[in-house]
């Protein structure tokens, strides 16, 4: 082993942000009025959005292109609300395409803040931000359709996906440094190693098991070989998202995208793999599970 005392303590601090982060997601999850459920991952989803956003938006703002936060902030927040009221209001009073509509409308909204304020506002700010809005809140709404998901116990189903995942940032991370001797990719992330890399196959695919296991007929649709797919390739992707994220940390000079939680960093320290895995996991779920 060759963990030193101030990776340990790092460990310590991120096991105690976890244990509040999952009181959090089994409480918002599992609440027993499924219109408080909404609610809860609404204001969740919200806060990790906004705060995400602000984080990205300072780590690529320069002097001579400063990342307006007014129009991403607001079409983000309404595009996770409308995601959110779908599984509210009736079928009928529901607005076809709204996703699209929002996206449309925000682009609207740039290239007039451009028209209007030509000397005061970038192209390359406003595309740098459109990067990370589609980054942050489009792939945020990938929750949302999980927790949404027809003929299945949604709540399940996202408590599942953000066990995996996580589970494969864990992985990587406890075996990583406990054992890791072999760097992965030096020149993205100095801390990532090949022994990390197997624990986030192996972690994600016992969580797997366990969960489909333990949920009784909750998970049912994911036994057998389903759960073993899921945990290699849940694991995997997370290893790529969390590298992502460590690129654009590192092209800006930054350890933490900010410090939302001790242990973790900033929000999107802590979204990295979820924003990566949601749409692969999503569309996992609609070519085995839609009817």
Aim: charged share 10%; proline share 4%.
């Amino acid at each position: 082993m060759n963990a030193s005392p101030s990776r340990l303590r790092t460990l310590q601090l991120r096991s105690v942000s976890t244990l509040v982060l999952w009181t959090v997601v089994v409480v918002a999850l599992f609440a027993p009025n499924r219109n408080v459920g909404y609610l809860a991952l609404l204001v969740s989803l919200g806060i990790i959005g906004l705060t995400g956003f602000g984080e990205f938006a300072r780590m690529f703002s320069r002097p001579d292109r400063k990342i307006p936060l007014a129009p991403f902030l607001i079409a983000g927040s309404a595009l996770l609300a409308i995601n959110v009221l779908q599984g509210w209001i009736p079928a009928a009073l529901q607005i076809p395409e709204a996703r699209t509509l929002i996206v449309t409308l925000l682009l609207f909204w740039l290239l007039t803040t451009k028209l209007l304020f030509s000397n005061r506002v970038s192209y390359a700010a406003l595309a740098i931000g459109m990067f990370g809005w589609f980054y942050i809140f489009w792939l945020l709404g990938f929750l949302i359709d999980l927790y949404r998901f027809p003929d299945v116990p949604g709540n399940w189903l996202l408590f599942y996906f953000i066990l995996v995942t996580k589970g494969g940032d864990l992985g990587a991370y406890v075996v990583g440094n406990l054992f890791g001797r072999h760097k992965l990719v030096p020149k993205i992330s100095a801390g990532k190693t090949w022994e990390g890399l197997i624990g986030a196959f192996v972690v994600p695919t016992a969580l797997s098991a366990a969960a489909v296991y333990l949920s009784g007929s909750n998970l049912v649709f994911f036994q057998g070989w389903h759960c073993v797919v899921l945990g290699v390739l849940l694991g995997g992707l997370s290893v790529i998202g969390d590298l992502i994220a460590s690129l654009l940390k590192r092209e800006n000079d930054l350890k933490d995208s900010g410090r939302f939680l001790p242990g973790i960093g900033g929000c999107l320290d802590l979204m990295d793999s979820l924003l990566f895995n949601a749409p692969f996991f999503y569309l996992y779920c609609r070519l085995t599970l839609a009817s």
